[in-house]
């Protein structure tokens, strides 16, 4: 029972080190997209730059306490599901036109992470 509650525990690390990861992703996106063509430099200063680092920040400190309690080889592969979730913040937020191949892809992607959480 408690190995169980242990790997339940490293699972929901591993989920909030991604939806971190993911936010910060988005948080850097849209910096740039207030200022589109931006060079790297000018956008230090915007505020979504520091919370995506700061959020990508937390989602490693996130990461360390995965790492020091599960296998790396169960916990990796499930950080694949920032690519889904980013995709979908992507339409939504962004308004990016999402392919039906990208779609497949992400879908193949979530398939294959249920695959690999259940072993």
């Known amino acids: 029972m ?24 988005v948080l850097f996106k849209s910096a740039y997209a207030a200022q589109p063509g931006a060079s790297l430099f000018s956008v230090l200063p915007h505020l979504e ?8 920040g ?4 996130c990461w360390l306490w995965v790492l020091s309690r599960a296998q790396l080889s169960f916990a ?10 980013v995709v979908g ?10 392919s039906a191949a990208r779609w497949t ?3 193949l ?6 695959f690999l959480s259940r072993t």
């Open 2 to 25: 408690l190995a169980l509650n242990h790997q339940r525990a490293a699972l929901g690390a591993v989920l909030v080190s991604v939806v971190l990861n993911s936010v910060g992703q």
């Open 49 to 56: 730059i520091w919370g995506g680092f700061i959020v990508y």
């Open 58 to 61: 937390l989602s490693a400190v």
């Open 76 to 85: 990796f592969p499930i950080l694949a599901l920032s690519f889904p979730i």
């Open 89 to 98: 913040l992507s339409a939504v937020i962004f308004s990016e036109p999402i």
């Open 105 to 107: 892809g992400v879908g």
């Open 109 to 114: 992607i979530m398939v294959g992470v249920s």
